[in-house]
């Protein structure tokens, strides 16, 4: 009688357990903010979360009955897939950003961590709606373009206020040069003019000193110091590893021709994050990346060799228009026209030139010359 009420008492508790366990991660997923999803290898929605009702302004029923892909934004739809490819293979995704369409038709930005059960052939994935940073990153752009050709219109300006009063100074001096003082009687006329004279190459000389300042003074602000293009590089791939690790990205990296170069640091990390990342969101569909990153001198030029094997671009149509600002010649969904504009002015505001080679879907080769 004694054993028996034991097994009642163990049974009763171990029911009460599971209740309870039941209970506490039917709460969590319901109640959390973040959106909550099991998906299955075949596409579908399994199980998801209010959160992800409410966001997407369809009932559980909508989203169960359509796959998933109906769902996604048609621009970032081939990377979707090719992402989730790599998850049925057992990779996990960490970080990965992607657009939604809901049922009134706003488009909403969402960051995806995703962990594949291969054994139940199901996916556990939760998103955070990042819509709004999304939203103040646009808006941050473009002020920091438009604070940009503020500085780079007040730059010329200046220069060229500088250099045109030089000229009609110098004009003011010859004058004062072709004059003849001795034919002049009047002594407080000649007083006059040695002052005006004096006045004018004074002001001269303080023309030439203004450019001299702001020359110096737009050097300084791209700090120029000798640098190792492995470090960067290094300090570059280290900030996006989660990024290349989920494309599968392959680098070949050859900096035994040149191991260094006098240049800004700030400016070269810029011009290897700007490169490499547009080589993975512009790779093709099923064909993994692959990044050749190395240097070479070409007739006495230091140079530095960045292409790859993605989508290309069709040279006739795009030609000098590809590092313009705000240029795109894709549907990319991460494609804001921003960072070869960048990549340019960085090469170009210390001397030096860049070059595109490609062909569609053959690749492409940037050629950055350095001011020697």
Same mark, same amino acid.
């Given at each position: ?7 009642t008492?163990?049974?009763? &508790? +171990?029911s &009460? ?11 969590? $997923? ?12 075949d596409?579908y ?6 959160a ?5 302004? #369809?009932?559980e029923?909508?989203?169960k009955?359509k ?10 739809l ?10 049925? /293979?057992?990779?996990h ?6 657009? #939604?369409?809901t049922?009134?038709g ?15 052939e199901h996916?556990?994935a ?6 709004? %940073?999304?939203q103040?990153e646009e808006?941050?752009d473009?002020?920091?373009? &438009? ?5 780079n ?13 030089r ?6 001096i ?9 034919? =002049?009687n009047d002594p407080e006329?000649?007083?006059y003019?040695?002052i005006?004279?004096?006045?004018? +190459?004074?002001l ?5 000193? #203004? ?6 003074k ?5 700090l120029?110091?000798?640098? *190792? ?7 570059? +791939? ?5 990024? =290349?690790y989920? *494309?599968? +990205?392959?680098?070949?990296? /050859?900096?035994?021709?040149? @191991?260094?170069?006098? $240049?800004? %640091?700030?400016?070269?990390?810029? =011009?290897?994050?700007n490169l490499?990342t547009?080589?993975i969101? #512009?790779s %093709?569909?099923d064909?993994?990346?692959? =990044? ?9 030029? %230091?140079?530095?060799?960045i292409? /790859?094997n993605?989508i290309?671009? /069709? ?7 590809i590092?313009?600002? @705000?240029? &795109? ?6 494609s ?6 960048l990549?340019?002015n @960085? ?8 070059k595109?080679?490609?062909t569609?879907n053959?690749g ?6 350095f001011?020697?």
């Open positions: 009688m004694r054993v028996r009420k034991m097994m008492s163990v049974s009763t &508790k +171990t &009460k357990t599971n209740f309870e366990t039941k209970a506490t991660f039917e709460d969590f $997923f319901n109640l959390s903010p973040d959106l909550l999803c099991i998906s299955g290898f596409g929605f399994k199980k998801i979360n209010p992800v009702c409410n966001l997407l302004e #369809y009932t029923e909508e989203l009955a796959p998933i892909n109906h769902f996604v934004y048609q621009d970032d081939n990377t979707t897939l090719m992402v989730r490819k790599s998850i049925k /293979d057992q990779n995704l960490i970080n990965y950003e992607n657009r #939604y369409v049922k009134s706003r488009i909403v930005w969402l960051l995806w961590t995703s962990i594949p059960v291969q054994n139940q996916i556990f939760i998103a955070k709606n990042i819509t709004y %940073k999304k103040l808006e941050r473009i002020h920091l373009i &438009k604070l940009n050709q503020i500085v219109d007040y730059k010329q300006l200046t220069y060229a206020a500088a250099h045109d009063l000229s009609p100074v110098n004009n003011m010859s004058i004062f040069e072709l004059l003849d003082i001795k034919k =002049i006329s000649i007083k003019l040695k005006t004279k004096e006045t004018v +190459t004074g001269k000389e303080t023309l030439n000193d #203004y450019i001299t300042v702001l020359n110096n737009i050097k300084d602000s791209s120029v110091e000798n640098i *190792s293009f492995q470090d960067s590089l290094n300090e570059v +791939t280290f900030s996006i590893s989660s990024f =290349i989920n *494309s599968k +990205t392959t680098l070949n990296v /050859d900096f035994s021709t040149l @191991h260094e170069i006098t $240049f800004s %640091k700030t400016h070269l990390k810029s =011009i290897f994050l490499i547009n080589s969101k #512009y %093709k569909p064909v993994f990346p692959v =990044i050749s990153i190395y240097t070479q001198i070409n007739d006495g030029r %230091k140079q530095l060799i292409s /790859d993605g290309g671009f /069709d040279m006739e149509k795009v030609g000098e228009k590092f313009g600002l @705000h240029q &795109k010649f894709n549907n990319n969904s991460d804001n026209g921003i960072g070869l504009y990549v340019y @960085h090469i170009t505001d210390l001397g030096g030139k860049i595109l080679e490609s569609i053959g492409a080769k940037f050629t950055i010359t001011r020697d």
